[in-house]
């Protein structure tokens, strides 16, 4: 342990790690209860396909990820509204036209592509203290969302029409979750990957499911799920010199079929 963390860059990827671990999980609350683990894909491959492009125009690709993971946020929900749209086919178009993208971009990226692969499996150790910092202001979002917001978050994921009818705005708060769960991915999109953030928020959240009804506690284990994951992950990956990404998700799936097996929730259905 005194080795790991001797180093500098090993230091940043713990504090991402727990920083990304809790956003992640406190995300996933909404996707599983909310069943928008479909939108979280469309989003996540969005950040990917965003960042190819930057890459290939020669623009960091944090400001292509950004960008193109909050148009597909803000693009599910108008689309689903359409006459003759479900949020199915409307997720279904989205993920569609970004994987196009994504592969169109990947395809026309000179010489050997090493950074645009990067992306797809992503890399904490090679995180900077401005991903650390940007991610700090991400999870003070969040965090201050879920905060101000809990009674409404409460109401809306209980019984929506009701709270609809009480006058609290269901729509601008489902809205202003998927425009935070586009900036979530798209700061976790360099230390997870585009292939594996979508699971990394959808599996702690899942975990904590099995093991609560409460909403407050779902999202504390969610968040705490999150950081053992990314962490453990990290500290495998190091020992193993594999890439980290891939890890945390294997550890994190892992958490998710021992709460299954264990859940008390079992012995009441």
């Known amino acids: 342990?005194?080795?790991?963390?001797?180093?500098?860059?090993?230091?940043?990827?713990?504090?991402?790690?727990?920083?990304?671990?809790?956003?992640?999980?406190?995300?996933?609350?909404?996707?599983?209860?909310?069943?928008?683990?479909?939108?979280?894909?469309?989003?996540s491959?969005?950040?990917?396909?965003g960042a190819l492009v930057a890459l290939w125009m020669g623009q960091p690709p944090l400001a292509g990820g950004l960008a193109?993971?909050?148009?597909?946020?803000?693009?599910?929900?108008?689309?689903?509204?359409?006459?003759?749209?479900?949020?199915?086919?409307?997720?279904?178009?989205?993920?569609?036209?970004?994987?196009?993208?994504?592969?169109?971009?990947?395809?026309?990226?000179?010489?050997?592509?090493?950074?645009?692969?990067?992306?797809i499996w992503g890399s904490l150790l090679t995180v900077t203290s401005f991903d650390l910092q940007l991610m700090s202001g991400t999870a003070l979002l969040l965090f201050g969302f879920v905060t101000l917001f809990f009674k409404e978050i409460e109401a809306i994921m209980g019984q929506r029409h009701a709270a609809a009818a009480s006058g609290i705005p269901v729509r601008c708060i489902q809205y202003a979750c998927l425009m935070l769960m586009?900036?979530?991915?798209?700061?976790?999109?360099?230390?997870?990957?585009?292939?594996?953030?979508?699971?990394?928020?959808?599996?702690?959240?899942?975990?904590?499911?099995?093991?609560?009804?409460?909403?407050s506690r779902m999202f504390l284990l969610s968040a705490v799920f999150g950081?053992?994951?990314?962490?453990t992950g990290l500290w495998l990956s190091f020992l193993w010199a594999v890439p980290p990404g891939a890890v945390i998700v294997m550890v994190?799936?892992?958490?998710?079929?021992?709460?299954?097996a264990l859940s008390p929730k079992k012995l009441t259905r």
């Not at 090993?10 to 683990?37: E, I, K, Y």
């Open 182 to 215: 586009g900036l979530v991915v798209a700061c976790a999109l360099k230390a997870i990957g585009g292939l594996l953030i979508y699971a990394l928020i959808v599996t702690p959240a899942a975990t904590a499911l099995q093991l609560t009804y409460r909403l």
């Open 227 to 231: 950081i053992t994951a990314c962490t």
């Open 45 to 49: 491959h969005a950040a990917f396909a």
């Open 252 to 260: 994190s799936c892992a958490m998710l079929v021992t709460a299954m």
């Open 68 to 119: 193109a993971s909050l148009a597909a946020a803000s693009a599910v929900g108008p689309l689903a509204q359409k006459p003759g749209f479900s949020l199915d086919t409307a997720m279904g178009v989205v993920f569609a036209v970004v994987m196009s993208v994504a592969m169109l971009a990947l395809g026309l990226l000179p010489g050997a592509r090493t950074e645009g692969l990067s992306l």
């Open 1 to 43: 342990m005194d080795e790991f963390l001797h180093y500098a860059f090993l230091q940043r990827a713990l504090l991402m790690a727990v920083l990304g671990g809790s956003v992640c999980g406190v995300m996933g609350v909404f996707v599983v209860l909310w069943r928008m683990s479909l939108v979280g894909m469309c989003v």
